[in-house]
């Protein structure tokens, strides 16, 4: 429901470079200059692209490869700079390079949250709506004991089951954001002149988003914890169909203790808006931090080349990182809560994480988000809001993981292309 990709990240883009140096070779392929400060305008203006010359922040970089004052530029006019190693403006492979590595940092990056952690937040969810359960599912060890026994007796779509209708909910949950904000005054971003006015109407637009997206919300709830004995082969549309349903009470049939909408929408939106400030915090705070440390590697003269390009798409990655952790880790209970009072009255059979087979009917009566916690409390304790903890570890490590490897291909890729 919360998309984790940073709104700043951008794994394509960046300005200047090799185009202002092209129309300059081709506009004056003959023009010498006579002075320094000539010179100066086109090698000692700090470009913001990655693989710039200027490696260390106030510096200006030697001007490698550059005739002297009074000698004419030489050359064809398409390429002014050819090579692009030594120091000088990057050649056409090594901007390639860039923009390559940025689009797959991003993609790989996407893939991990989306795809590689899907079955640890299908046996979260399942673990924390299973009331019955004895065993918490505190650590990773556990967990991974159970992932092995319900990928043995049911195969390996029992893992992996509901993950279309995730990607329909992130799709509803921006789109309605977008139109919402189009036919609205409700801001969709915050400029740094903010008030407490923008910042309660952008807050406003979050909330009427998680609104919209509620039902969808809850049948992909229940496609992610239904078990895959009883489960009937779906189509990916089924989660529109039952966001619909559910909203115009029609489609599959639901019991008495059914919750309605209107009394989902409390821990629903708050669990949104609480998610959505502590990832932007969090986020904000990193970055900042990773920027300062940037700055004091560049006056220290430490940076490599490789280093700088690095510290061009990273820091971001790194920044959404621990802001999906912290939320998720600091939110815990309250999405324990808020899963259970979706998942109520639906009919959902859930696997047994007890014992890795058979299955159990979902059968609470809460009446509320408050009667929900104060049953959590006396019959299951404290630890009964943390119930399948051990998968949120697991999932940030493999993320943890894959940035790294990431990095090092990235790096490896640099390097020999240098």
């Given at each position: ?12 883009g ?37 693989g710039s ?25 398409e ?25 797959g940092?991003?993609?790989a ?27 918490y ?28 209708s ?29 008030n ?31 078990s ?38 409390f ?11 502590i990832s ?17 590697s ?21 920044a ?29 059979i ?27 409390r006396?019959?299951?304790g404290?630890?009964?809001?943390y ?29 020999n292309?240098?």
């Open positions: 429901m919360h998309p984790r990709r940073p709104d700043g990240f951008d794994g394509l960046y300005r200047g470079g090799v185009r202002d140096e092209q129309g300059f070779g081709g506009a004056f392929p003959a023009r010498s200059f006579s002075s320094a400060s000539d010179l100066s305008h086109w090698v000692t203006t700090p470009p913001d692209i990655p010359r200027n490696l260390h922040w106030g510096e200006k970089s030697p001007p490698y490869g550059v005739p002297g004052p009074s000698t004419p530029l030489e050359g064809p006019a390429e002014p700079f050819p090579g692009g190693g030594g120091g000088g403006v990057p050649g056409q492979s090594t901007e390639q390079l860039n923009r390559f590595a940025g689009f940092i991003g993609l990056s996407l893939f991990t949250e989306n795809v590689l952690a899907h079955p640890c937040i299908v046996l979260r969810r399942q673990c924390q709506v299973n009331y019955h359960a004895r065993h599912h505190l650590t990773p060890f556990t967990v991974i004991n159970i992932m092995y026994s319900f990928n043995k007796t049911q195969g390996p779509r029992a893992l992996w089951k509901g993950m279309g995730t990607f329909i909910v992130q799709g509803v949950t921006l789109g309605a954001e977008g139109i919402i904000s189009e036919f609205t005054p409700l801001p969709r971003e915050i400029s740094h002149k903010w407490p006015k923008q910042i309660g109407e952008h807050l406003l637009l979050k909330s009427l988003t998680y609104m919209v997206a509620m039902p969808f919300y809850s049948a992909s709830l229940i496609e992610t914890v239904q895959e004995i009883i489960r009937d082969n779906t189509g990916i549309l089924e989660c529109v169909k039952e966001g619909i349903g559910r909203v115009i009470g029609l489609g599959v049939p639901h019991s008495k203790r059914l919750l309605p909408l209107l009394s989902l929408i821990p629903t939106v708050l669990h949104g808006v609480l998610h959505y400030i932007s915090i969090i986020q904000k705070f990193v970055l900042l931090i990773l920027k300062r440390k940037t700055y004091s560049h006056l220290a003269e430490s940076t490599s080349p490789v280093q700088s390009m690095l510290d061009a798409y990273f820091p971001e990655l790194i959404n990182f621990a802001a999906s952790l912290c939320s998720d880790v600091i939110l815990y209970p309250l999405e324990t809560v808020l899963h259970r009072l979706h998942i109520q009255g639906t009919r959902t859930i696997d047994n994480t007890d014992l890795g087979y058979e299955v159990l009917p979902i059968n609470t009566q809460y009446e509320g988000m408050r009667d929900c916690i104060n049953t959590i006396q019959e299951e404290v630890l009964g809001f119930k399948g903890f051990g998968a949120v570890i697991i999932q940030y490590t493999l993320h943890a993981a894959v940035l790294q490897i990431t990095k090092i291909i990235y790096s490896t890729l640099l390097q292309s240098a």
